[in-house]
């Protein structure tokens, strides 16, 4: 139960102000990522205004140590030292003053050289279009104001070559959803995308003939708004990454067991292994932890990673139309199965018993596949027992919950909701066990005290799959000055109050926190981090990092 090697600094940092100030808010970072090996600087803001944080200068506070950060001489601005391992990929920072922590903001550390928009907007078309200098890259732009796009040319020389772009917009907390269009030379739109990962674009287009393309970014506000027009604001920055080099869409299967090496192939564009699939090798020996993992054994032009699981899985038999002449299959179930063909339906068959809690998950949209997969379960009469589709608009794959409602055989059935298929359309389908667990969540992802005052923390405990035994919610490792005596969660779960004390003589400044829920779970000790849910659509999703500050006393007090 210890924090992030990142509080090992051990000691608050401290502040000489006494005045009070105004926790920072923050709506985006811009530029909102760097290529690793490098310094760059960006700047902080609202969607309205640049930010003037009181008490300046503040700190940015990253989650991985990779990251080093000094405050600019200007009030908003920071530079960052990115260090040449850095891992690549989105991660989150906070600005901290004296009185507290903004929410934290992703920043994405990139492999490939780097370009920022100039400050005069492009009014989208070609004729106004910033150039790319050179292939792999990324684009750092902002649609600043209602109405405008972006665009960008690109030189292209080699034809029969796929030109892959792929924007992070929305996953940086922008609020729009944004649109990608690729014009050919002669100004025609050639290809288009709207949501791929989640609301964010990805476009792949084959080249047929050399020349200047024009890719050209823009959105509309959201969540949208009662008119339809292109939205922007100064917190709508977007990454666009460029490339006519190896880009992988998808992995088979799309699911690895953590702790195994495993083969997998690689599909998408400008890979060695065309349709056939290009060999690669998933390492996930070390990820006890992780949800994701890189692949190895094929270069690659962007930052792919497989989904992780504690399920070893099984490729599906076909034909499979006719579940119940195979039998039904042994729980805990996890399939890597293909929608081969369109309207295929892919059916198993599971034995389970009156009152039995499953889970039933399919990954598809969201490890790369085109399928929007639907999922069904019939009991052994055929009735319907639960269905499910997207579970939100951000995850677009289907996640539920059942309960057998007597003895049997049971269908689960994989389709596409739109009756799609073919080679490329691979999901996971994982069905298994609900068994009694716990999960916490915290209401706010900082939290404020005073010298010789109190602060109290919400975090709700939700108990599932019929868990009874005791709970307790506890801090890890507070520094010296701060105390919280564990508290015990209610029977049926629910809202649990933390209290967290500070000495009169407890020194000001901040430093980050975990809230743990502890018990047991399937007879065994367990103790799962509290973790705060960011907004929809970000990536990450949710941090388990929160931050405390120790304020200074205020003037004449």
Same mark, same amino acid.
């Given at each position: ?15 000489s ?19 690793r ?17 009181? !008490?300046?200068?503040?700190r ?9 950060f ?5 009030? !908003?601005?920071?530079?960052v ?21 903004s929410?934290p ?9 780097e ?8 009014? !989208? ?6 150039a790319? #200098? ?24 080699e ?17 729009i ?7 050919d030379?002669?100004?025609?739109? &050639? ?5 791929t ?5 990805l ?21 949208p ?7 922007g604001?100064?917190?709508a ?14 992995a ?11 083969p ?11 349709d056939?699939?290009?060999p690669?090798e998933v390492?996930?020996t ?12 094929t270069?690659l ?19 499979n139309?006719?579940? #119940? ?7 805990p ?8 063909r369109? !309207? ?6 599971v #034995? ?21 997969a ?18 939100s ?20 059935a ?10 490329g ?16 969540t ?26 009874a ?19 015990? &969660? ?5 809202a ?9 003589? #407890?020194?000001?400044?901040g430093m980050?926190?975990r ?13 799962r ?8 659509g970000?990536?990450?999703?949710a ?15």
């Amino acid at each position: 139960m210890r924090l992030h090697p990142l509080a090992a600094v051990a000691a608050l940092a401290l502040w000489s102000t006494v005045a009070r100030a105004a926790a920072p808010t923050v709506d985006y970072l811009y530029p909102a990522g760097g290529q690793r090996g490098t310094t760059v600087t960006f700047s902080v803001g609202t969607a309205k205004t640049d930010t003037k944080i009181d !008490g300046w200068p503040a700190r940015a506070v990253g989650d991985l140590p990779g990251l080093a950060f000094e405050a600019g001489k200007e009030n !908003g601005t920071f530079s960052v030292a990115i260090a040449p391992d850095a891992a690549v990929g989105p991660h989150l920072v906070r600005i901290v003053n004296a009185d507290g922590s903004s929410v934290p903001r992703t920043y994405v550390v990139g492999p490939h050289a780097e370009q920022v928009e100039p400050e005069k907007p492009t009014k !989208g078309s070609a004729e106004t279009a910033y150039a790319i #200098a050179k292939l792999p890259t990324v684009v750092n732009g902002r649609l600043g104001k209602n109405g405008e796009s972006d665009a960008w040319t690109i030189d292209v020389t080699e034809p029969g070559r796929w030109l892959v772009a792929e924007l992070t917009c929305r996953r940086l907390g922008a609020p729009i959803d944004p649109l990608l269009q690729l014009l050919d030379p002669d100004g025609t739109v &050639v290809a288009f995308d709207h949501d791929t990962f989640g609301l964010d674009p990805l476009l792949a287009y084959r080249v047929t003939r050399p020349g200047r393309y024009t890719l050209v970014v823009a959105g509309f506000a959201h969540p949208p708004a009662a008119d339809v027009r292109f939205g922007g604001s100064k917190a709508a920055v977007y990454r666009l990454s460029v490339t006519t080099g190896p880009y992988a869409r998808y992995a088979f299967p799309a699911v690895v067991q953590r702790g195994t090496k495993a083969p997998v192939k690689l599909f998408g564009w400008n890979l060695p292994g065309g349709d056939t699939g290009t060999p690669a090798e998933v390492d996930a020996t070390g990820s006890a932890d992780a949800d994701t993992a890189a692949v190895t054994g094929t270069p690659l032009d962007h930052n792919f990673r497989v989904r992780l699981s504690d399920l070893p899985g099984v490729p599906e038999s076909e034909p499979n139309d006719d579940p #119940a002449a195979a039998g039904p299959l042994k729980l805990p179930l996890a399939i890597d199965g293909r929608l081969d063909r369109p !309207g295929d339906a892919d059916r198993f068959a599971v #034995a389970a018993r009156k009152g039995l809690r499953l889970a039933t998950a399919v990954h598809a949209r969201s490890i790369g596949s085109p399928a929007d997969a639907v999922v069904t379960v019939t009991g052994p009469g055929g009735a319907e027992v639960a269905r499910g589709d997207d579970e939100s608009a951000d995850r677009p794959d289907p996640k539920i919950e059942w309960t057998a409602p007597a003895d049997g055989t049971y269908v689960v059935a994989v389709s596409d909701l739109k009756r799609a298929g073919g080679f490329g359309h691979g999901y996971r389908l994982e069905v298994a066990e609900r068994p009694p667990s716990f999960a916490g969540t915290v209401d706010a992802h900082a939290v404020a005290v005073a010298p010789g005052k109190s602060a109290d923390v919400k975090v709700t405990v939700a108990r599932t799959g019929g868990h009874a035994g005791p709970l307790k919610v506890v801090a890890a490792d507070l520094p010296p000055g701060l105390s919280a005596a564990p508290a015990e &969660v209610p029977a049926k779960g629910g809202a649990t109050t933390l209290t967290i004390k500070a000495a009169a003589d #407890a020194k000001p400044g901040g430093m980050p926190l975990r809230l743990f829920v502890v018990g047991e779970a399937d007879g065994k000790p367990v103790e799962r981090a509290a973790t705060f849910a960011l907004e929809a659509g970000l990536v990450p999703a949710a941090t388990a990092e929160l931050w405390v500050t120790v304020t200074a006393a205020t003037k004449g007090k």
